[in-house]
């Protein structure tokens, strides 16, 4: 990825729309960055990587943070970057969250994240664009990684080494600086795997508990510890289990015999039973008889009922007949009495209404004279209405035209005297308008002495704070170094124990173990003091400690050193700005209170001045539509003046056509309505007249007829009850009767017939039934005894119960064998699964202490950590490199393999190998400018490997945002031979640095100038 051109607006120090043609360095692929302190170089690798991610490049400020206080409201934040990866140009573009002007009305409106990235034809030139992916930088940041390679963390390490950062890999512990490197090389899934394993471990062992309790458990129930010492027990049950099968068979034969005997015991004296029974239940029949013969005697009566019973039913329906004729006629007589009444009521109504029609044709035409009378007077009212709204409208005009001309003249008074105020105000404006200036430039002026004096106070806080941390920083330095040189003594006591002791086993002419020579000329003795583990354990500690606290010191210094820097560079722009007018805080405030003054006078006189502007117009207006008002007023005057004239003609003609009587009623309507009401009721009263007649006439013969039909129905239901009582009277005299009252007792119903005959055919059989059965019970009883059931019903029980008793035996010991034998079947499955699962929790146990770094010989490496180790292997080689040459060929860095704490992670610790002495140290003992050299060439080794380790993505671009400053001439000088071989790559490298050395051997430079305006940037090659 190479940059060609960066576009931004209201972005940090840059106010308005600054760009950055990065194409303009042609073939010069190193560049110097510099600038004033809070000019804005690092703001541009912070627009780099917000165009790209939407993050800064150090991590330290929000986006949002970064717009420009400089910037106009109506200016937008916007970044875009157009680049070049493998042939191909993209345009990225971003803009963050934030306010700008509504476009309609007042006030602001909140403007969310931005984000797009194009493929497009030309930088410069218009052409054809794609747009791959525009929304949310969450959308686009992932199409940005796929594209360049890299995420945010890793595009900060690889392209853009950020100031203070590119030393923490240095200076970093080991725990510290895994969690940098995890930022580079994605090992979650190790740590998963790890924590998986660990986790399986766990359940594995749990498993392997929880078979062995149950194991325990199920030889415990039993009272054994193995599980051999159940099989005796299964031998002894089968035994006892043979026994109680031949006691139960003997048992069978008993309990079958007492069965027997009891069963024909029985069955005999169920016969003497059956005989006692059927005695008794003949006695009872015998009983029954009277009442049999009874119920058969009522049953023949019955019979002979049944014979006459249906001539019977015959005179009865004629009697009943004759009894409903005879009410039938009683009826009919007096509806026919009652309808006849009516009638004649009905005829001498009519006809007194039939004399009175002439009285009615009279109001008839009495109501259509009245009608013709109201319709006159109507008329008459409705024009004298009008006349008098005629009159009013007049009046009213008369007196608008009057109202209106004396409105006309006072407001063409009114003009004129506005017109005379609006000359005596003059030229207020222009007066307000320049006081205003002055009072702004003053208010300005104040605002700068009060900045001034405030970044003033912070500077003197600053320095004081910076001198503290000074203090604190020299002493925490003695700590280290003093820790450093303790520690390195208890080392070489250590060391030259160890080789006294291998000097001890040496043999002239046999080979050293470490060298090999077969010579030893000077064998090593032992110290005079040999420190312990535990104090080299607690050396170590406290020179981790000192360290820390030293790094810790040494961050807050340098931040507290650049706040210092960045307050004395604001401070010196007030100055700057405010040194062409120097004037005191109380002269400034003084001249602030008169121009206040002064602008309020004119502001009172500009106001009046457009007051009278306004009124002048709205009076020019309103005399206008006045003087075309006035002429409709008289023009509509004239009109109401001819409508008077024409209503007095009309009223008086009316008044000749209708009456002297009705000339003063104003309505006829209550003498209408009452007439009418006479007529209505009138007819509806010879209506109803008629309707009633015709009705009464009609029901009348119906009665009439009714009364007839049931004369002749009397006289034929009369003739036929003769005739049947005749007939019925001779049947009885025939009949075993004596007369129809004893025939009527005599018939039973169908229920009470069925159910005296079920009787007496029952009564019959049984009677039948018993008598059998007790001559059969006689002859099989013949010579026997009623036998005795309760001893052989003793014998049948205690047989029962025996073989119960044995069967109950057999049912135990087969459970106790089925348990026994489950039991064992149990207790064999839960071993075989112990021993599967033993040896599953054992490789489980071993792969997670080899995973998680404690398996070997109490090693702390995990699978992570020796990853991320073999890729610092990587970098210290890649940074070694060129380490070696900016050291003039004194210093390597390698990885720290040997563990000092047992109890500790190791695995990622950095040392140097000095060329010089040829031993082993500390990176914590370099001084500030082999440090400073030692940071760059480790930063440019892990920019270098992660960028090879990318899977073939070419980054062509490299930003330093570092000083330089702490460096000699000869290490200097190194350095920019190591980035001038960096450039010679095609790389495109842009450092930022203060030094002058910087300055005169870098010709091509990217200059960042500050005002109070606001900064910018021009390229000066």
């Not at 007589?333 to 009444?341: K, S, V």
């Not at 129809?740 to 069925?754: D, G, H, N, P, Y």
Request: contains cysteine; proline residues 2%; aromatic residues 4%.
């Amino acid at each position: 990825m190479r940059p060609l051109k960066l576009t931004l607006s209201a972005f940090g120090p840059y106010a308005g729309e600054q760009l950055f043609d990065f194409r303009l360095l042609e073939d010069r692929n190193l560049f110097l960055i510099s600038g004033d302190i809070g000019a804005g170089k690092t703001t541009i690798f912070d627009a780099i990587c917000c165009a790209l991610y939407g993050e800064t490049s150090g991590g330290e400020r929000t986006v949002e943070e970064m717009r420009s206080h400089h910037a106009d409201p109506d200016t937008r934040t916007e970044i875009t970057l157009e680049f070049e990866i493998q042939g191909e140009l993209y345009r990225a573009c971003f803009s963050p969250r934030q306010s700008i002007p509504k476009k309609r009305g007042e006030g602001y409106t909140e403007q969310t994240v931005q984000s797009a990235l194009y493929k497009i034809d030309f930088v410069d030139q218009p052409g054809e664009q794609a747009l791959l992916v525009s929304e949310s930088i969450s959308k686009t940041r992932p199409e940005i990684e796929a594209l360049i390679g890299f995420n945010v963390h890793q595009f900060r390490q690889v392209v853009m080494l950020a100031q203070g950062k590119f030393r923490e890999l240095l200076n970093a512990n080991s725990a510290e600086r895994e969690e940098i490197l995890k930022t580079l090389v994605d090992t979650e899934f190790l740590s998963r795997f790890e924590r998986k394993l660990k986790t399986l471990e766990t359940e594995l062992k749990q498993s392997v508990v929880n078979l062995e309790a149950q194991i325990k458990g199920l030889l415990k129930s039993e009272n054994v510890e193995h599980a051999d010492q159940l099989l005796p027990q299964i031998e002894e049950i089968k035994r006892q289990r043979l026994d109680a099968e031949r006691q139960i068979d003997d048992a069978e034969r008993l309990r079958g015999k007492a069965e027997a005997e009891l069963n024909e015991a029985t069955a005999l004296k169920d016969l003497f039973a059956q005989q006692r029974q059927l005695l008794l239940s003949r006695q009872a029949l015998v009983e029954q008889k009277d009442r049999i013969e009874a119920l058969a005697a009522a049953l023949q009566r019955h019979g002979e009922a049944e014979k006459l019973w249906p001539d019977y039913r015959l005179y009865e329906e004629a009697d009943k007949a004759l009894k409903s004729a005879d009410e039938a006629l009683a009826e009919a007589r007096h509806e026919h009495e009652a309808r006849q009444r009516i009638a004649i009521e009905a005829t001498e109504q009519l006809t007194t209404l039939e004399q009175e029609k002439p009285a009615q044709e009279q109001r008839k035409r009495e109501l259509q004279s009245l009608r013709q009378t109201h319709a006159a007077l109507a008329s008459l009212a409705g024009d004298r209405q009008k006349q008098h709204q005629a009159n009013t409208s007049l009046q009213t005009a008369q007196q608008a035209l009057s109202q209106a001309e004396t409105k006309l003249q006072e407001q063409r008074s009114a003009l004129e005297k506005s017109e005379t105020e609006l000359e005596t105000l003059g030229s207020c404006d222009a007066a307000l308008l320049q006081t205003r200036h002055h009072l702004e430039k003053k208010q300005e002026q104040l605002k700068q002495i009060q900045r001034i004096e405030n970044k003033q106070r912070e500077l003197e806080n600053a320095t004081k704070k910076l001198r503290a941390l000074q203090r604190q920083l020299e002493t925490r330095q003695q700590e280290v170094d003093s820790s450093a040189g303790a520690l390195q003594q208890l080392e070489q006591a250590r060391m030259q124990d160890i080789a006294s002791h291998l000097a001890a086993q040496l043999q002239q002419g046999q080979p050293c173990a470490v060298c090999g020579s077969h010579d030893h000329p000077l064998p090593a003795t032992p110290p005079a003091h040999i420190p312990a583990d535990e104090q080299l354990e607690a050396a170590r500690q406290n020179l981790q400690a000192a360290e820390k606290q030293l790094s810790e010191i040494r961050q807050d210094f340098d931040h507290q050193r650049r706040e210092l820097d960045r307050i004395a560079g604001v401070l010196d722009e007030l100055k700057t700005v405010g040194a062409e007018s120097e004037i005191s805080r109380d002269d400034c405030q003084a001249d602030i209170d008169l121009l206040k003054r002064q602008a309020h006078e004119l502001t009172l006189q500009a106001e009046q001045k457009q007051l009278l502007k306004n009124r002048q117009g709205q009076l020019k207006t309103a005399i206008k539509n006045d003087e075309d008002a006035l002429t409709g007023l008289r023009t509509r005057l004239g009109e109401c003046q001819s409508q008077v004239s024409t209503l007095a003609g009309q009223i008086q003609s009316q008044l000749e056509r209708i009456p002297e009587l009705y000339r003063d009623k104003a309505d006829l309507n209550p003498e209408i309505a009452a007439l009418e009401r006479q007529i209505q009721q009138f007819d509806r009263r010879l209506d109803e007249a008629s309707r009633a007649h015709h009705a009464a006439q009609q029901r009348f013969n119906t009665a009439q007829g009714v009364l007839n039909g049931a004369q002749k129905q009397r006289l034929q239901a009369s003739a036929d009850f003769e005739s049947k009582q005749r007939l019925i009277t001779g049947l009885i005299e025939q009949s075993p009767f004596a007369d129809i009252a004893a025939l009527k007792s005599s018939k039973l119903t169908e229920q009470e017939v069925r159910s005296q005959t079920e009787q007496v055919e029952h009564y019959r059989e049984e009677t039948r039934r018993i008598e059998s059965r007790l001559d059969e019970l006689a002859t099989q009883l013949t010579g026997k005894a009623n036998p005795d059931l309760a001893p052989l019903q003793d014998a049948y029980r205690q047989a029962q119960t025996h073989k119960n008793d044995c069967l109950e035996r057999r049912i135990r010991l087969d459970e106790q064998h089925r348990v026994l034998d489950k039991l064992i079947n149990k207790i064999a499955k839960e071993q075989q699964a112990l021993e599967a699962a033993t040896q599953e929790y054992e490789q489980a146990s071993h792969l997670s202490r080899i995973a998680n770094g404690s398996g070997h010989q109490g090693s702390k490496l995990s699978f992570s950590r020796y990853l991320l180790g073999r890729l610092l292997d990587e970098i210290l080689q890649s940074a070694s490199s060129r380490l070696y040459i900016m050291s003039e060929g004194r210093y390597r860095l390698i990885r720290k393999l040997d563990q000092a704490n047992k109890r500790s992670a190791f695995g990622l610790d950095i040392e140097l190998t000095d060329a010089y002495t040829g031993q082993k140290r500390s990176v914590s003992t370099f001084s500030g400018g082999e440090g400073f050299l030692a940071s760059l060439s480790l930063a440019l080794g892990l920019s270098e490997v992660v960028r090879s380790n990318a899977g073939g993505i070419q980054l062509d671009t490299l930003f330093i945002d570092e000083g330089f400053g702490s460096l000699n001439d000869e290490a200097l000088e190194q350095a920019i031979n190591v980035l001038t071989m960096l450039s010679g790559d095609g790389r495109l490298v842009g450092v930022i640095s203060h030094v002058n050395e910087l300055k005169e051997r870098i010709d091509a430079q990217l200059v960042v100038s500050k005002t109070a305006n606001g900064s910018s940037a021009e390229f000066v090659l």
